[in-house]
């Protein structure tokens, strides 16, 4: 099963093109769909309401995605999930709230702009009344500190949030009970969960009197399970036989670490959380050239620290895989939030020159895809590849067809090497690469070295060898350009105007250009960012409208295929505020430059 | 000089009378004493003179960046157990650049052998003060004489954990020789300073220096005593030579990692991914 696909899918029809500042009811998706987002403090023990909400609702075989905000602290602030409920597949972020769970006081801004005379805001009055009554809404009174006091402690509110949860759903009030008892080995424990979660339900039911706010969809797909950016990331780079893991605590980088840490055993692999990220990458490069399948992750300031690591393992021709999860820098910038401002820093990084693979995961599937692929590359090339997610991909998250860890392709096993062996041998005609060999398998000794080298690996200032020695590692470019991965394809097949994309942009795009029903404009969303592929340079070549959507200020990837291409964008639709697009946003933003073409356009 | 299975026949490009030759011979006989496969001794250094000496050796040599042989080593050691890891570089190298991965070497305690050449100055860059250069050296950057305190890596080690700490000299082959010789076969973290002249940049730690401001201790003591190490390893004038400290070995980096937890110690590039166990999690 190819696991890039090409294809180009239809587009269903739905509205035609807006005027923006139009109202954004006018051009939701008709398909029924219910946002929920949760707003508590952190280390309120939200998290236990938000995963028994989106397990049941998965369960009853709702589609759910879910996405996380939260601010740089342990305690207190005001962070946010968003939860949406559909009969239809969803997997972007949207602008939307239906029902708002405030749950503390002090709701930010990007909360409160969302909420309209259609959100329910439910929670403890006691607290919240006067907040809510001064963005002059009502809201419903929940009384959980009470209710879950008379329970027996606090602790209970957020299990009846979850029963009122599946009470708006209709779920049945024992929808969650295994989940419970999972969860809470305790029998009184798991009891008092139980009876807390019923007090929800029959409230949550109260209030959608017996009509549940949608209707209950055919029995689940069965095969799915839930995954994040995260642990998709993970056991993609797991699939692929990492076994080398090490980092230095950073958000959104450590996620993916993490998840590594806690299933080592399962991985086989070695995790270790080092000093700083020099010693990170470093101890990487010495695990990869004595044979390990190593990563490093990390996040935008983390990763600067690694640029001469990097430039180590580019001379010494070492496979290392980078996971750079971006977050709004410049320096430590907003450290929590999303942005896709390190293209430029990852394509550059690292003084010298040498190749290396750059891969932007689309979603969840596809971060699990080019994980495996990214360890590919950089053992077949002896390169370096660099994974560049966000925290919105990371902590996003929806149900996804099972991904088979036999689709990744299978670690390359170094050569058993012979007396005389050269590591940096120069390659046949018409190959790329030396044989990789590793210290203690065969015959030859290996050598490494950060200096320009013979290809025994020994420091040279011999010019010729110099020469062609910066050749030999440039020149596995033209194999990896041939390899790159495709762009997909989304849209009609005659379109004058080209939507681009990287990363993690495409989903809440793809939703955005769906409801838009472009009839002549088609998105092209590109997974490998560098090299470019052959079908990426045909696309972008073509004589038509090229509008480039990105997470960052200046449009990094436009002015990538600029320069690599000699064509960029001619408009930007650009957001940098620490948030990811949501699909109202796109939608007015891209709604705006598409009807200022129609008008002009006059038939085509 | 003995003929060993580790000798290097091309050019050396130290300077004549440089203290790295002893060193360099020191190790050789180690390793030959050792009757290690030098097919399975890797030798790695970051940048500096004596980095350069991974480079001089027949062995799997490997060269990396300034200050950072250390995570090198120590990724090398726990990607495949069955070699011989040693690090090896200057003071500037190892405490310098390199001081914070030294203190946490230290405390992850992989089972390497890190052998520092100690001529208190920067040779390759041409004789500036290191981090051990003794207070009112003048130097081209400190034309006035050093300011900084001189760090004492001994008792640095001793304080981050180590279980083998030594110091010796490279007036003296055959003890150094020894004392290497046990810092390898020692489980776990091993640090050995070692003393040496720079001939070109430093003109107070000289050969005569050395002589005269050195002692070994005696080689059949008790090193067990942490205390007294810490004490030891205080001393001046003179400057006590041998092992310091030597502890009875405790659990490697290596030993700590789920691959080998359970006594399996093929390499990690002979592993195949954990599919089935993948798997299982997703079900």
């Given at each position: 099963?190819?696991?890039?696909?090409?294809?180009?899918?239809?587009?269903?029809?739905?509205?035609?093109?807006?005027?923006?500042?139009?109202?954004?009811?006018?051009?939701?998706?008709?398909?029924?769909?219910?946002?929920?987002?949760?707003?508590?403090?952190?280390?309120?023990?939200?998290?236990?309401?938000?995963?028994?909400?989106?397990?049941?609702?998965?369960?009853?075989?709702?589609?759910?995605?879910?996405?996380?905000?939260?601010?740089?602290?342990?305690?207190?602030?005001?962070?946010?999930?968003?939860?949406?409920?559909?009969?239809?597949?969803?997997?972007?972020?949207?602008?939307?709230?239906?029902?708002?769970?405030?749950?503390?006081?002090?709701?930010?801004?990007?909360?409160?702009?969302?909420?309209?005379?259609?959100?329910?805001?439910?929670?403890?009055?006691?607290?919240?009344?006067?907040?809510?009554?001064?963005?002059?809404?009502?809201?419903?009174?929940?009384?959980?500190?009470?209710?879950?006091?008379?329970?027996?402690?606090?602790?209970?509110?957020?299990?009846?949030?979850?029963?009122?949860?599946?009470?708006?759903?209709?779920?049945?009030?024992?929808?969650?009970?295994?989940?419970?008892?999972?969860?809470?080995?305790?029998?009184?424990?798991?009891?008092?969960?139980?009876?807390?979660?019923?007090?929800?339900?029959?409230?949550?039911?109260?209030?959608?009197?017996?009509?549940?706010?949608?209707?209950?969809?055919?029995?689940?797909?069965?095969?799915?399970?839930?995954?994040?950016?995260?642990?998709?990331?993970?056991?993609?780079?797991?699939?692929?036989?990492?076994?080398?893991?090490?980092?230095?605590?950073?958000?959104?980088?450590?996620?993916?670490?993490?998840?590594?840490?806690?299933?080592?055993?399962?991985?086989?692999?070695?995790?270790?959380?080092?000093?700083?990220?020099?010693?990170?990458?470093?101890?990487?490069?010495?695990?990869?050239?004595?044979?390990?399948?190593?990563?490093?992750?990390?996040?935008?300031?983390?990763?600067?620290?690694?640029?001469?690591?990097?430039?180590?393992?580019?001379?010494?021709?070492?496979?290392?895989?980078?996971?750079?999860?971006?977050?709004?820098?410049?320096?430590?910038?907003?450290?929590?939030?999303?942005?896709?401002?390190?293209?430029?820093?990852?394509?550059?990084?690292?003084?010298?020159?040498?190749?290396?693979?750059?891969?932007?995961?689309?979603?969840?599937?596809?971060?699990?895809?080019?994980?495996?692929?990214?360890?590919?590359?950089?053992?077949?090339?002896?390169?370096?590849?660099?994974?560049?997610?966000?925290?919105?991909?990371?902590?996003?998250?929806?149900?996804?067809?099972?991904?088979?860890?036999?689709?990744?392709?299978?670690?390359?096993?170094?050569?058993?090497?012979?007396?005389?062996?050269?590591?940096?041998?120069?390659?046949?005609?018409?190959?790329?690469?030396?044989?990789?060999?590793?210290?203690?398998?065969?015959?030859?000794?290996?050598?490494?070295?950060?200096?320009?080298?013979?290809?025994?690996?020994?420091?040279?200032?011999?010019?010729?060898?110099?020469?062609?020695?910066?050749?030999?590692?440039?020149?596995?470019?033209?194999?990896?350009?041939?390899?790159?991965?495709?762009?997909?394809?989304?849209?009609?097949?005659?379109?004058?105007?080209?939507?681009?994309?990287?990363?993690?942009?495409?989903?809440?795009?793809?939703?955005?250009?769906?409801?838009?029903?472009?009839?002549?404009?088609?998105?092209?969303?590109?997974?490998?960012?560098?090299?470019?592929?052959?079908?990426?340079?045909?696309?972008?070549?073509?004589?038509?409208?090229?509008?480039?959507?990105?997470?960052?200020?200046?449009?990094?990837?436009?002015?990538?295929?600029?320069?690599?291409?000699?064509?960029?964008?001619?408009?930007?639709?650009?957001?940098?505020?620490?948030?990811?697009?949501?699909?109202?946003?796109?939608?007015?933003?891209?709604?705006?430059?598409?009807?200022?073409?129609?008008?002009?356009?006059?038939?085509? | 000089?003995?003929?060993?299975?580790?000798?290097?026949?091309?050019?050396?490009?130290?300077?004549?009378?440089?203290?790295?030759?002893?060193?360099?011979?020191?190790?050789?006989?180690?390793?030959?004493?050792?009757?290690?496969?030098?097919?399975?001794?890797?030798?790695?250094?970051?940048?500096?003179?004596?980095?350069?000496?991974?480079?001089?050796?027949?062995?799997?040599?490997?060269?990396?960046?300034?200050?950072?042989?250390?995570?090198?080593?120590?990724?090398?050691?726990?990607?495949?157990?069955?070699?011989?890891?040693?690090?090896?570089?200057?003071?500037?190298?190892?405490?310098?650049?390199?001081?914070?991965?030294?203190?946490h070497a230290i405390r992850r305690n992989p089972d390497i052998t890190n052998i520092v050449c100690n001529n208190m100055i920067y040779g390759l860059t041409k004789g500036q003060g290191s981090p051990t250069t003794p207070v009112g050296m003048k130097t081209p950057t400190q034309p006035f004489g050093v300011t900084s305190k001189p760090l004492n890596p001994l008792l640095l080690a001793l304080s981050c954990g180590a279980t083998f700490v030594a110091r010796a000299s490279a007036a003296d082959t055959e003890r150094t020789k020894d004392v290497i010789v046990k810092a390898i076969r020692h489980k776990g973290y091993a640090l050995v300073d070692i003393f040496q002249p720079c001939v070109s940049f430093n003109r107070t730690n000289t050969w005569q220096w050395l002589s005269k401001?050195?002692?070994?201790?005696?080689?059949?003591?008790?090193?067990?005593?942490?205390?007294?190490?810490?004490?030891?390893?205080?001393?001046?004038?003179?400057?006590?030579?041998?092992?310091?400290?030597?502890?009875?070995?405790?659990?490697?980096?290596?030993?700590?990692?789920?691959?080998?937890?359970?006594?399996?110690?093929?390499?990690?590039?002979?592993?195949?991914?954990?599919?089935?166990?993948?798997?299982?999690?997703?079900?």
């Amino acid at each position: 099963m190819p696991i890039y696909s090409e294809a180009a899918g239809p587009f269903c029809l739905i509205f035609d093109i807006p005027q923006g500042g139009k109202d954004m009811d006018m051009i939701h998706a008709p398909e029924p769909d219910v946002t929920i987002t949760f707003c508590a403090a952190a280390g309120l023990g939200l998290q236990t309401a938000e995963d028994l909400a989106r397990q049941m609702l998965t369960k009853a075989g709702y589609c759910v995605f879910t996405a996380r905000e939260y601010m740089s602290r342990v305690r207190g602030g005001n962070n946010s999930t968003q939860i949406r409920v559909s009969l239809k597949p969803v997997r972007a972020y949207v602008g939307r709230i239906d029902w708002l769970f405030a749950l503390s006081p002090d709701l930010r801004s990007n909360i409160t702009e969302k909420i309209t005379e259609k959100t329910k805001i439910l929670g403890d009055a006691s607290a919240m009344r006067d907040e809510i009554s001064s963005l002059g809404r009502e809201m419903i009174d929940l009384d959980l500190a009470k209710r879950a006091a008379d329970l027996g402690s606090t602790k209970f509110s957020s299990m009846i949030v979850a029963g009122f949860i599946a009470g708006i759903f209709m779920l049945g009030e024992d929808t969650a009970d295994e989940l419970i008892e999972k969860r809470f080995a305790d029998a009184v424990l798991s009891d008092k969960n139980k009876r807390a979660f019923r007090i929800g339900y029959q409230l949550g039911m109260e209030h959608v009197k017996g009509q549940p706010v949608l209707m209950l969809p055919d029995k689940g797909t069965g095969d799915e399970i839930f995954l994040d950016g995260n642990s998709a990331a993970a056991l993609g780079a797991a699939s692929a036989g990492c076994n080398y893991i090490t980092a230095y605590p950073m958000s959104p980088g450590t996620g993916v670490f993490s998840y590594f840490a806690k299933n080592a055993k399962l991985f086989d692999c070695a995790a270790e959380q080092v000093e700083d990220e020099i010693s990170a990458i470093n101890m990487a490069v010495g695990a990869a050239y004595a044979g390990a399948r190593a990563m490093v992750t990390t996040s935008g300031g983390g990763f600067a620290l690694m640029c001469e690591g990097l430039s180590l393992a580019g001379i010494t021709e070492t496979p290392v895989v980078v996971h750079l999860a971006q977050r709004p820098g410049p320096a430590t910038g907003l450290a929590t939030r999303t942005e896709q401002a390190d293209l430029e820093l990852a394509l550059y990084a690292g003084h010298g020159e040498f190749p290396r693979a750059l891969y932007a995961p689309l979603n969840v599937e596809s971060a699990f895809a080019l994980a495996g692929r990214a360890f590919h590359t950089a053992h077949k090339y002896q390169v370096q590849s660099i994974i560049l997610t966000d925290q919105y991909l990371l902590d996003s998250g929806y149900p996804v067809a099972k991904p088979d860890p036999s689709s990744v392709p299978a670690p390359i096993p170094p050569v058993r090497t012979k007396n005389g062996y050269k590591r940096y041998a120069f390659p046949a005609e018409g190959e790329y690469i030396s044989p990789f060999g590793v210290p203690g398998f065969g015959e030859g000794f290996v050598s490494f070295d950060s200096h320009e080298h013979t290809e025994e690996a020994h420091i040279t200032e011999d010019r010729w060898i110099r020469k062609s020695m910066v050749e030999k590692r440039l020149k596995k470019l033209e194999a990896m350009s041939r390899e790159a991965l495709p762009p997909r394809l989304h849209g009609p097949e005659k379109y004058d105007t080209a939507v681009i994309c990287w990363g993690s942009v495409f989903e809440p795009l793809k939703e955005a250009m769906e409801i838009l029903d472009c009839k002549y404009a088609a998105l092209i969303a590109c997974e490998q960012v560098y090299p470019l592929s052959e079908k990426f340079r045909r696309l972008i070549s073509l004589p038509c409208r090229k509008i480039f959507v990105e997470g960052n200020a200046t449009g990094q990837f436009s002015r990538v295929v600029r320069s690599l291409t000699g064509i960029g964008a001619d408009e930007t639709i650009l957001k940098y505020n620490g948030f990811q697009f949501t699909v109202e946003e796109l939608v007015e933003e891209l709604g705006k430059l598409l009807a200022a073409r129609e008008l002009g356009r006059g038939g085509c | 000089m003995i003929d060993t299975a580790f000798d290097y026949t091309g050019e050396i490009s130290w300077c004549p009378g440089c203290g790295d030759y002893k060193i360099l011979e020191s190790l050789k006989m180690a390793l030959s004493e050792l009757r290690l496969d030098p097919r399975k001794v890797v030798v790695a250094s970051g940048i500096g003179q004596a980095a350069k000496m991974p480079h001089y050796l027949k062995c799997n040599c490997v060269n990396g960046l300034h200050g950072r042989a250390l995570p090198l080593a120590t990724g090398i050691k726990a990607s495949n157990r069955h070699l011989t890891v040693i690090a090896v570089g200057g003071d500037g190298d190892m405490y310098g650049e390199g001081g914070n991965h030294f203190m946490h070497a230290i405390r992850r305690n992989p089972d390497i052998t890190n052998i520092v050449c100690n001529n208190m100055i920067y040779g390759l860059t041409k004789g500036q003060g290191s981090p051990t250069t003794p207070v009112g050296m003048k130097t081209p950057t400190q034309p006035f004489g050093v300011t900084s305190k001189p760090l004492n890596p001994l008792l640095l080690a001793l304080s981050c954990g180590a279980t083998f700490v030594a110091r010796a000299s490279a007036a003296d082959t055959e003890r150094t020789k020894d004392v290497i010789v046990k810092a390898i076969r020692h489980k776990g973290y091993a640090l050995v300073d070692i003393f040496q002249p720079c001939v070109s940049f430093n003109r107070t730690n000289t050969w005569q220096w050395l002589s005269k401001s050195t002692e070994w201790l005696d080689e059949e003591r008790d090193a067990s005593d942490k205390l007294e190490a810490m004490r030891l390893s205080m001393e001046t004038e003179p400057y006590p030579l041998g092992i310091i400290y030597m502890s009875e070995p405790e659990k490697t980096f290596e030993e700590n990692q789920a691959p080998y937890q359970a006594n399996d110690n093929t390499p990690l590039y002979a592993r195949a991914p954990a599919l089935e166990n993948i798997r299982k999690l997703l079900s």
